[in-house]
């Protein structure tokens, strides 16, 4: 089946960096839009990043743009998301997600990682 798998979460103080890792099974990630998406406690999911492709512009919400950077090592089929100058704010479940289906969003989820901003 195809999957993929998020890693990389904890816990970080405020102003430091994180990066996540998403690892695909059973696909080829590079041929697919993947996108970031978070979701903090007792709020709605929202698109963090995406890539629409190798060598394309990747989407970033206003929220993290200028902190947070999408980018992928194709050879091992793996997205990332490089975050620095984490706040509060960026306290989330993370979530990477793979547009398998065109014109249909994220059909493919992972199970999402934690990350809690904290001092």
């Known amino acids: 089946q195809v999957q993929v798998v998020e890693s990389g979460g904890g816990l970080v103080q405020p102003g430091g960096s994180l990066t996540l890792t998403c690892a695909a099974f059973r696909f080829t990630s590079s041929k697919y839009r993947m996108s970031w998406y978070r979701q903090p406690p007792g709020k709605d999911r929202e698109l963090v990043a995406a890539?629409?492709?190798?060598?394309?512009?990747?989407y970033y919400s206003d929220a993290v743009k200028g902190r947070f950077t999408i980018a992928r090592d194709n050879a091992k089929n793996t997205v990332y998301l490089q975050m620095n100058d984490l706040s509060p704010e960026d306290s989330a479940i993370y979530f990477c997600t793979a547009d398998l289906r065109p014109d249909r969003g994220p059909v493919l989820w992972g199970q999402g990682t934690e990350v809690t901003v904290s001092a």
């Open positions: 890539s629409p492709g190798e060598d394309s512009t990747a």
